[in-house]
């Protein structure tokens, strides 16, 4: 972590990235590291908080948390893993659902529904592959949730791989622990 970029209080957040931000801090009650770090960036990280909200309307939330979790796993991206982690689970999924993503075995993964799978193996394939040589999968993908999902679901790995990045090349650490890690241990 470098203590070279300025960690910005929310205050002092450019006014277009408080008014994306404002509904997220009020729900969790701290401003991340991340948004601190990137508030240097507000024409950029505006637009990004949009996209975000922009792919939460374009997909079920069961999807865009499939497409979140499995690439927070393959990258590593522990700051975004375990906030999913908690909001898949206080949208109701439960932790079985969430270690079945966790997985990363969409072929066997217990408690994901055939478009879960679907979205995990287009993912994977995305991530893995960098986009090329996934026709298989998208396609699968569009006979499962529709074209116009599809799409959504290959933004939504854009902006997820982006953040990992970020974060990754930032060495920030999760704000909160996984909600699979014991008390005290």
């Known amino acids: 972590m470098s203590d070279r970029i300025a960690r910005l209080e929310f205050d002092a957040l450019a006014p277009r990235v408080q008014d994306v ?16 770090c990137a508030g240097a960036q507000p024409d950029v990280l505006a637009p990004f908080m949009e996209m975000t909200e922009a792919l939460k309307k374009a997909l079920p939330d069961r999807l865009t948390e499939t497409g979140a ?12 893993l375990h906030q999913h982690e908690r909001l898949a689970k206080k949208l109701g999924f439960g932790e079985e659902w969430v270690a079945a993503v966790e997985q990363l075995s969409p072929q066997s993964a217990p408690h994901l529904s055939d ?22 999968e998208r ?17 939504l790995v854009g902006r997820y791989i982006t953040h990992a990045m970020i974060v990754n090349g930032l060495e920030l650490a999760p704000p909160v622990p996984s909600i699979f890690e014991v008390a005290g241990a």
Do not use: C, H
Not at 121 to 127: D, G, S
């Open 69 to 80: 979790l499995t690439i927070a796993t393959l990258l590593d991206n522990r700051y975004e």
């Open 21 to 36: 931000l404002r509904a997220r801090v009020e729900r969790l009650g701290y401003l991340g590291e991340f948004f601190k």
């Open 115 to 136: 478009a879960e799978r679907a979205v995990q193996r287009l993912v994977v394939a995305m991530v893995e592959r960098g986009g090329r040589g996934v026709s298989e």
């Open 139 to 155: 396609e699968a993908l569009i006979d499962a949730i529709g074209p116009e999902q599809t799409i959504a679901v290959m933004f």
